[in-house]
């Protein structure tokens, strides 16, 4: 006998306990790829000794419901993936599929599947990631192809891309299916930019976070309702800068962390269930920009 489903269930979709910040560019500005686990209440570990390619501008998102994919980056530009465990080892490299770039985004749709999209070289191109970790060839681009843009997800198994850099700061979005498909652009909301950041917060909602605007580093935040839409500026918290990355934890919280305010830097800032961003919490481990991060178990 089947099981009876009250009506008006919320649906459940996975949500990751712990997250990971990997790779990036150091103080020297040298490539690594050191890595940092986030524990399910967001305390960030020391290092753990790199495993793979060292890069940075490189990109990460979830699959399998409970791992993690590290892809991409600069500057050779690489395509080469690293696998991330569902207790958070990253795996050596596997050899790289689809066009070499850096400056991409990544985030999970369908529950268990994630997606690469756009890129240095101004492009739109996408590849999938199954949930075997498995990422396919290119998929032709669709919306304006640009470069240093963030993902995340929303409404619990959908995906989003946001702001970037064409030949100016940009601030329009590309909305992706549960089933992987990009849509083309939605007309931006909030204040252009690059280098900002974005994770899943609340198990069906996302934020975007901190970049640079043309101008100077900032800290607002813009968040992304269960429904795609992206809200106006909220004031942004802690210190204003640049390519840092976020990841969820805690099942229904996230985690901006790193970034370059000026200098390279490791301050972390939590963001609640209900997306609120507190204020910097100490850094942990190597001071770096241009990291990617992703949540798994």
Known sequence: MFPIIPANTAASFPENDEGIFGYGLNSSAEPVAMSNLVSNAGVVASDVAGVGTVRYDLAACEYGGDKGIFGYGCCDPFSMTNLVSNAGVISSDVAGVGTARHMLAACGYGEDKGIFGYGNGNVSTTNLVSNAGVVSSDVAGVGT??????????????GIFGYGYTDTQVSMSNLVS???????????????????????????????????DGSSVVSMTNLVSNAGVVASDVAGVGTDRSYSAACEYGGDKGIFGY??????????????????VASDVAGVGTVRRSPAACSFN
């Open 178 to 212: 549960n089933a992987g498909v990009v849509s083309s652009d939605v007309a931006g909301v909030g204040t252009v930019r690059l280098g900002a950041s974005a994770c899943g917060y609340g198990g069906d909602k996302g934020i975007f976070g901190y970049g640079h």
């Open 145 to 158: 192809a640009r470069r240093g843009l963030k993902a995340c997800e929303y409404g619990g198994d959908k």
């Open 259 to 276: 970034g370059d305010d000026g200098s390279k830097v490791s301050i972390t800032n939590l963001v609640s269930n209900a997306g609120v």
